[in-house]
T-cell receptor, first 113, second 111 residues
Framework: SQTIHQWPATLVQPVGSPLSLECTVEGTSNPNLYWYRQAAGRGLQLLFYSVGIGQISSEVPQNLSASRPQDWQFILSSKKLLLSDSGFYLC????????????FGPGTRLTVT | KQEVTQIPAALSVPEGENLVLNCSFTDSAIYNLQWFRQDPGKGLTSLLLIQSSQREQTSGRLNASLDKSSGRSTLYIAASQPGDSATYLCAPSSGYSTLTFGKGTMLLVSP
């Protein structure tokens, strides 16, 4: 079965600073990868998804970006953080077929101060 | 755009009760639907996956049903235990397996 790793687990960053969150997946090849954000009092929101290396689709326009340099690696970045970027960031993975379920990583808690 | 509603938002029951969590979605063109649980400060744990062609899926004390045409799914938990306390999320799947989440039902099972 798939195992998803995320780091760091928690992060406190000042407004205007850069961001890099990393997600790696093992136990599967050529997965679809996803970044979700869970803000306080709100549901999980899909930010980006990727069906292959270098292929990124954005669901919500914002100051965040994503990259997939390796088949098993998904990175979420920002050049300048906003207060509204605070939240719980979750990476997920699924087999490249709509019949299969998504598995989630442990998440990164980001607080922008 | 898919919208997902979960009712009730919160539920408190004594141990041993059977309970039903409800999920409704606006766009019936889904591939499947997943139910997850989330413990405070943790990631999501997949509970059940129902394909769009299925009506029910069972795992242990959990049973999920899907009525795709009416945009509804229910999660039935039998003989609830304190360890079932968590937030339960439903998420129908659209293209590229992208999930749309409801806000969840927060369940508290007291001993």
């Amino acid at each position: 079965s798939q195992t998803i790793h995320q780091w760091p687990a928690t992060l406190v960053q000042p407004v205007g600073s850069p961001l890099s969150l990393e997600c790696t997946v093992e136990g599967t090849s050529n997965p679809n990868l996803y970044w979700y954000r869970q803000a306080a009092g709100r549901g999980l929101q899909l930010l980006f998804y990727s069906v292959g290396i270098g292929q990124i689709s954005s669901e919500v326009p914002q100051n965040l970006s994503a990259s997939r340099p390796q088949d098993w690696q998904f990175i979420l970045s920002s050049k300048k953080l906003l207060l509204s970027d605070s939240g719980f960031y979750l990476c997920a993975s699924s087999e490249g077929d709509v019949r299969y379920e998504q598995y989630f990583g442990p998440g990164t808690r980001l607080t922008v101060t | 755009k898919q919208e997902v509603t979960q009712i009730p938002a919160a539920l408190s029951v004594p141990e041993g009760e059977n309970l039903v969590l409800n999920c409704s979605f606006t766009d019936s063109a889904i591939y499947n639907l997943q139910w997850f649980r989330q413990d405070p400060g943790k990631g999501l744990t997949s509970l059940l996956l129902i394909q769009s062609s299925q009506r029910e899926q069972t795992s242990g004390r959990l049973n999920a049903s899907l009525d795709k045409s009416s945009g509804r799914s229910t999660l039935y938990i039998a003989a609830s235990q304190p360890g079932d306390s968590a937030t339960y999320l439903c998420a129908p799947s659209s293209g590229y397996s992208t999930l749309t989440f409801g806000k969840g039902t927060m369940l508290l099972v007291s001993p």
